[in-house]
């Protein structure tokens, strides 16, 4: 598996959630970041498209909320 962020091969079980990895650099640096800083909008943007398919994917046999409208 390789890191989310860095795409350096990560070791499985650093840290991972709906099959996204992230080694333990990009996780310090993560924490480690403000609200402030440009890149954390970039990869908290990046979180959410992934965990957005993530969880289309396992959803997929019905239609999200805002397709109904
Ligand atoms: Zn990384």
Redesign the pocket.
Known sequence: MH??????A?EKGVLSFCGIV??????A?LMEMTVEQPEYEQIIRALKVLWQRQFSAALDHRPLESDLT
């Open positions: 890191c989310l962020l860095c795409q350096n990560v992230m080694c333990g650099e990009c996780e640096d």
